[in-house]
Antibody, heavy 121, light 107 residues
Framework: EVQLVESGGGLVQPGRSLRLSCAASGFNFEDYAMHWVRQAPGKGLEWVSGISSNSATIDYADSVKGRFTISRDNAKNSLYVQMNSLRVEDTAWYYC??????????????WGPGTLVTVSP | DIQMTQSPSSLSASVGDRVTITCRASQGISTYLAWYQQRPGKVPRLLIYAASTLQSGVPSRFGGSGSGTEFTLTVSSLQPQDVATYYCQEYNSDPLTFGGGTKVELK
C-alpha cells in the first residue's frame, strides 16, 4: 500500500524554526518528485515546494522562498522541509505529496494525512 | 505566475443532478490541468489529470474537458458522497497553482 506519513508539526513562536519529515512506503520513492502543499484552517490549497526525483530541480512558492528548504533522502525514503523564520501566516496543515513523475511539473497523486503547524506568540 | 479562477465558488444541487464546475487559467496551459476532491475533514484526492484523464479508482460519473485557458469538471449524476470542495490545479509551469475551490452541497 502506498503511504505517506508526515511528522514534526506543532506549536511554535513567530521567528522560530521547525523541520517537517515525511516517511514514504509502498512505491519506489527515488522515481518520483515530491512536494509539500499547505492548507490554512478553512482555506484553500497552496503549493509550498517541490523537489525532483534526483533533487536536481527544486522550487518554492514566493511566500516561503528564502525561509523554507526542501530536501529528500532517497536511501531513507524520506522527504523533509526545514522551515525558518516562521510567521503567523504559515499556520496550516502541511501535506506531503507524491508527484506523478520524476519532474516537479506534474499532478499530485498521493497525499499524506498532513501535520498541523501552528505559529503563534 | 499563472492564476486559476474557479466558478462558482459554491453550488447546491440535488442527488442525480448534473453538476459543472469551471476553471479558467490566466494564460494558456494546454491540458496541464488536474482536478482534486476534498471531502469534509478529509485529505484531497486526485480525480483527473491531463484535463480529461480519470485517475484509477475514480467513478466514471466524473469527467473533465477543456484545453488552453478554459476547463470543466462535470459530475454526471451527483451522489451524496460527492459533497466536497473541488480544486483545479495547473502544472504547466512553476509555481504550481490551485484554483480557489468550489464547494458542492446537497440541496
Amino acid at each position: 500500500e502506498v503511504q505517506l506519513v508526515e511528522s514534526g508539526g506543532g506549536l511554535v513562536q513567530p521567528g522560530r524554526s521547525l523541520r517537517l519529515s515525511c516517511a514514504a512506503s509502498g512505491f519506489n520513492f527515488e522515481d518520483y518528485a515530491m512536494h509539500w502543499v499547505r492548507q490554512a484552517p478553512g482555506k484553500g490549497l497552496e503549493w509550498v515546494s517541490g523537489i525532483s526525483s534526483n533533487s536536481a530541480t527544486i522550487d518554492y512558492a514566493d511566500s516561503v522562498k528564502g525561509r523554507f528548504t526542501i530536501s529528500r533522502d532517497n536511501a531513507k525514503n524520506s522527504l523533509y522541509v526545514q522551515m525558518n523564520s516562521l510567521r503567523v501566516e504559515d499556520t496550516a496543515w502541511y501535506y506531503c505529496i507524491k508527484g506523478r513523475s520524476v519532474v516537479i511539473i506534474d499532478a499530485f497523486d498521493i497525499w499524506g494525512p498532513g501535520t498541523l503547524v501552528t505559529v503563534s506568540p | 505566475d499563472i492564476q486559476m479562477t474557479q466558478s462558482p465558488s459554491s453550488l447546491s444541487a440535488s442527488v442525480g443532478d448534473r453538476v459543472t464546475i469551471t476553471c479558467r487559467a490566466s494564460q494558456g496551459i494546454s491540458t496541464y490541468l488536474a482536478w482534486y476532491q476534498q471531502r469534509p475533514g478529509k485529505v484531497p484526492r486526485l480525480l483527473i489529470y491531463a484535463a480529461s484523464t480519470l485517475q484509477s479508482g475514480v467513478p466514471s460519473r466524473f469527467g473533465g474537458s477543456g484545453s488552453g485557458t478554459e476547463f470543466t469538471l462535470t459530475v454526471s449524476s451527483l451522489q451524496p458522497q460527492d459533497v466536497a470542495t473541488y480544486y483545479c490545479q495547473e502544472y504547466n509551469s512553476d509555481p504550481l497553482t490551485f484554483g480557489g475551490g468550489t464547494k458542492v452541497e446537497l440541496k
